[in-house]
């Protein structure tokens, strides 16, 4: 439904003069799950009408998910549709594919819960998986994060990890279909750097994909009460 909202115009000393009455702007209006969507903006006298058309868990897209979807859409072809995370996934295959990594998401409140998290987040981490038309089955994710740095000039570098394809589709080109994906989606976001960490054996299948080098060394510590580590089920998991 619609409903209409009269902002007051602030005063004209204030007013940015070079803004166009019909600029367009969007503003994020969240109580509970309901989503607001602030459109366009119309100057009328001393005020501004502003029309509010409230939605369930609407969508606000941002320019860095906009260039997301993009390379998605660029890369899906007849047979793989490659798309981002959606909350109906945990059904469609992607909670038995983390088993095939390591240790999995446990149960579907754990998914939802950690779904909602990232959610809002979206602008910094994402995760990209690949649906089969043919089943619409989830058979391969990958998922990434920027980080924000000062040096660089106030550079980003883009990490991914969680790269797994299922046993039953690989060696078809879908893993590396995912790293190119990530890689352009790097490239776009301005990140001077794409890095990642695997295992030694896995280095020409980066190299190739991505021309990914190895460089310096990997250092962890974990917390033996939480993530003890645990090798995957099967040892190319992240092969191609």
């Not at 490659?82 to 295959?93: A, H, M, Q, S």
């Not at 190119?180 to 990642?196: N, P, S």
């Not at 510590?221 to 089920?233: G, M, Q, S």
């Amino acid at each position: 439904f619609f409903f209409f909202l009269m902002i007051r115009r602030p005063p004209r000393s204030t007013l940015d003069r070079s803004s166009a009455a019909s600029d367009v702007y969007k503003r994020q209006v969240s109580t509970q799950s309901t989503w607001g969507l602030i459109g366009e903006q119309v100057k009328q006298g001393k005020s501004w009408v502003c029309i509010i058309r409230f939605h369930q868990e609407m969508e606000i897209i941002t320019p860095y998910r906009s260039i997301t979807e993009s390379v998605l859409k660029e890369k899906s072809n007849e047979t793989w549709l490659f798309r981002t995370l959606e909350i109906t996934d945990y059904d469609k295959g992607f909670a038995d594919l983390l088993p095939q990594l390591t240790v999995g998401v446990g149960s579907k409140e754990a998914f939802e819960t950690r779904f909602h998290e990232m959610k809002k987040h979206e602008e910094l981490v994402q995760t990209i998986v690949c649906e089969w038309r043919a089943t619409g089955k989830i058979i391969g994710t990958i998922q990434f994060f920027i980080e924000p740095k000062y040096i660089r000039n106030a550079g980003s570098v883009l990490h991914f990890e969680d790269l797994i394809v299922d046993e039953k589709t690989r060696h078809k080109g879908l893993g590396t279909q995912l790293v190119q994906i990530v890689k352009k989606i790097a490239d776009l976001r301005g990140c001077y750097k794409m890095i990642a960490d695997c295992r030694t054996e896995l280095l020409p299948f980066y190299a190739k994909a991505a021309k990914m080098i190895p460089k310096e060394t990997q250092i962890a510590v974990y917390n033996e009460a939480l993530a003890t580590p645990v090798p995957p089920k099967k040892p190319q998991a992240r092969s191609q």
